[in-house]
């Protein structure tokens, strides 16, 4: 596991799930509550990627330059960015226009219109 990662996985856990998920949901929720287009989320998930690459390097000395880790944190952080992102916008519709949408699950709403 540690050749895929590129790093141990407690200090996977620890930094990448735990520290940088918490970042990507703040990320996917600051673009969703400023009407951002979804696809924001990836390039800043490469930044988010790339610094705990950068941390998980400087901060436990592992390979800095591991293609296969650094590839799983980044699709790791997107991914939760974008669920995040698509959480805080069903929830900003429905309570923003509440005469037009109502709760069509977690991730969506509905046209109270078409019934």
Known sequence: M????????????????VLFG?????TGQA???????????IPYGLLLSLTARF????????????LAGWLIQWIYIVAVALLAYRLTQARKMVVQY???YEPAGLFGWRDKRNG
């Not at 918490?22 to 703040?26: D, E, Y």
């Not at 673009?31 to 989320?41: F, S, V």
């Open 22 to 26: 918490f970042t990507a949901v703040l």
């Open 55 to 66: 941390l998980t390097y400087a901060l436990f000395d592992e390979p800095l330059l591991h």
């Open 31 to 41: 673009l969703a509550r400023t009407w951002r287009p979804w696809w924001q989320a």
């Open 2 to 17: 540690e050749s895929i990662l590129g790093s141990e996985l407690a200090v996977f856990i620890g930094l990448t799930v």
């Open 98 to 100: 509440p005469w037009l």
